[in-house]
């Protein structure tokens, strides 16, 4: 039998679909199959001072550090910071982002991550800039709250949230009245897309198989159920994604040697197929930032 029709044959497993639901320590244990790698390791790939995962903006940035604020000045924008306010960022990582918005905006910062070194890496940086903010390990179905926040938001996190409803709830109930809630999250372009593919089962099982990628309109009847207002919808362009892409392959292949000693053969070449089959599979995609309120009226 061919090459060819072993691929065309190619059958993905029900355990490879999406939208699998987890308890709360098995979602720790395979989100941190991804995660819970050396800090050095994303560090090299995303490049730049913050150190942000997910797409960056590219309209006038021409380095990873420059691309990275932009995509953070419009976060900020979106959640109208001001100084001394409070802010939470779900699945925080080595709390790049994070620290900018603490130092750039002035406002206090709580991150909430499942990964032990992502920690340790975000109380590195946190000390390092000498910024208000605080991470903890823990889920966020398991976090509590007595003082409220101003905003919350998430970049590219709840593609791995199986309750979304879950957790917009959770939002509405810790945000103060008035709170602002952003997500910047892909979403599929058309229902037909969200049939799985050998491609996407690969990035799948690269992320512990928790993804749970949506249309745009699923997430939208979810915030709306959650008693969330829309107050703004901005959608960046998917070159931009391309571009990230493309830059983290780059810094990859020029780390190369340093990343295969941080993390063996295997991974470094897992990991690589991974993000050039991103950029085939995003062509399905949009990437938008969802702004929801809590009503000022809420109790």
Known sequence: MSTRTNHKRYLVTPEQQLYQSYSVDEDQIRTNVHYEQPPAFFYRITGGEWNVYSCNVWDTATTDTASQAAKLDLMAQLMQLQPGQRILDVGCGWA???????KQYGVQGVGLTLSPMQQRAAEERIAKHGVDAQVHVCHWQEYQ????FDAIYTDEVIVHFNSLDGFFGKAYALLKPGGL??????HFVHPNYIKMTRAGAFVNDIYGTTGNYRTLADELTLLYNAGFEAQALRQIPREHYHRTLDRWISNMRTHRSELVELVGTTHYRRFHTYL?????IIKNMTLDIVVGQKPSSAT
């Open 276 to 280: 050039k089959l991103a950029h085939l």
């Open 181 to 186: 809630m952003v997500n910047k999250e892909l």
């Open 96 to 102: 790049g982002p994070l620290v900018y918005l603490c």
């Open 145 to 148: 709250d007595d003082r409220g």
